[in-house]
């Protein structure tokens, strides 16, 4: 599966953004998909991870009540809803799908998209 990550830009704290990933092949519903960050200056880490269903989600303690995860198996899309934006969340966001949510949280996913910017000014 190849993945596309858009959505990012530049925003003031206290904002909303939605970012979104285009996945291509027919076997989206397969996987299992996340979004994972890079601030500068430090490691990738976990945002969100979703089930292959839908049905489930997890999330990062620092964004739990603020973004939310979801997908859409029609237009093989996911959507990360990001609100009360602060600007610790400034990083590189990259979608990623892989074979479980488990290996997703883990930052082991088998596909990565290429990123996408998320500024926040304080």
């Known amino acids: 599966v190849q993945l596309q990550a858009f959505g990012g830009g530049l925003l003031q704290a206290g904002g909303f953004l939605r970012l979104s990933c285009a996945a291509s092949g027919r076997t989206f519903s397969s996987y299992a998909m996340g979004w994972s960050r890079q601030a500068p200056g430090k490691e990738r880490e976990f945002v969100a991870a979703?089930?292959?269903?839908?049905?489930?989600?997890f999330y990062a303690d620092s964004v739990q009540g603020r973004f939310t995860i979801s997908r859409d198996h029609a237009k093989k899309m996911v959507y990360l809803q990001m609100n009360s934006l602060k600007p610790e969340d400034t990083a590189v966001y990259y979608c990623?799908?892989?074979?479980?949510?488990?290996?997703?949280?883990?930052?082991?996913?088998?596909?990565w998209g290429q990123g996408t910017l998320v500024t926040v000014s304080s």
């Open positions: 979703i089930s292959r269903s839908g049905s489930s989600s």
């Open positions: 990623a799908a892989g074979d479980a949510t488990s290996t997703v949280v883990a930052g082991n996913s088998d596909y």
